[in-house]
């Protein structure tokens, strides 16, 4: 069984900063794609950061030079460091891992955490 478990998210006033965590658990081979979306109220879930294998990051323009996605292959864990944070980026932040298990590979979902910028 695979689980994945995030954390870091909270309550920030705007122009704070927030890290959110996210690890896998269980019969895992190898990581590949992982990728980080947010829900915000009212809107879609939108991708927010990409971090392919062996490729370069890539992030939705909202969030270029204030997010930075990074990994930790022996950990099987993505982060987020959220920098400048705007009222804006409040919503529900999804990490998602593109795994091989022994289930074979697929995508995995965190069950979210939630990110308040408010002052």
């Known amino acids: 069984q695979v689980q994945i478990v995030e954390s870091g998210g909270g309550l920030v006033q705007p122009g704070g900063s927030l890290r959110l965590s996210c690890a896998a658990s269980?019969?895992?081979?190898?990581?590949?794609?992982m990728r980080w979306y947010r829900q915000s109220p009212g809107k879609e879930r939108e991708l927010v950061a990409d971090?392919?294998?062996?490729?370069?990051?890539n992030y939705a323009d909202s969030v270029k030079g204030r997010f930075t996605i990074s990994s930790d292959n022996d950990k099987k864990a993505v982060y987020l460091r959220m920098d400048n944070l705007k009222s804006e980026d409040t919503g529900t932040y999804y990490c998602?891992?593109?795994?091989?298990?022994?289930?074979?590979?697929?995508?995995?979902w965190g069950q979210g955490t939630q990110v308040t910028v408010s002052s």
């Open positions: 998602n891992m593109d795994l091989r298990t022994t289930w074979g590979r697929r995508d995995y």
């Open positions: 269980g019969s895992i081979f190898s990581t590949y794609n």
């Open positions: 971090l392919p294998t062996g490729g370069s990051t």
